[in-house]
């Protein structure tokens, strides 16, 4: 398994912005996609957005679509997540994911139970 790491939580204003990068421990060219998914306190674990490792297409949730991009250096083996026009409902840890075994033929990008590694998470706080 790739081992992941998270960086560039933090808090911020409603309204503001924030960057979160992915770090992985090899190529992750190989990993059909990676994904960003986030879960707050007494919630499911969500997917955020997704990219494909062959082409760079994304994938994104209906709460985020014009307001989060996804975005992969190949060459750095990080993953971005650029966030902007956050809100208090955008509070949550963050979780980077690679290595999916698409178990269905459906839209199993943004499924966490699809994603075989994980990193430690990083903790996003939007306050009113």
């Known amino acids: 398994q790739v081992r992941l790491v998270e960086h560039g939580g933090g808090s911020v204003e409603a309204g503001g912005s924030l960057t979160l990068s992915c770090a992985a421990s090899r190529d992750t060219s190989n990993s059909l996609s990676m994904a960003w998914f986030r879960q707050a306190p007494g919630k499911e674990r969500e997917g955020v957005a997704s990219?494909?490792?062959?082409?760079?297409?994304?994938h994104s949730s209906d709460s985020v679509r014009g307001r989060f991009t996804i975005s992969r250096d190949s060459a750095k083996n990080t993953v971005t997540l650029q966030m902007n026009s956050l809100t208090p409902e955008d509070t949550a840890m963050y979780y980077c994911a690679a290595d999916p075994k698409p178990s269905y033929g459906g839209s199993w990008w943004l499924d966490p139970q699809e994603y075989t590694s994980w990193g430690q998470g990083t903790q996003v706080t939007v306050s009113a």
């Open positions: 990219i494909f490792t062959g082409g760079d297409s994304t």
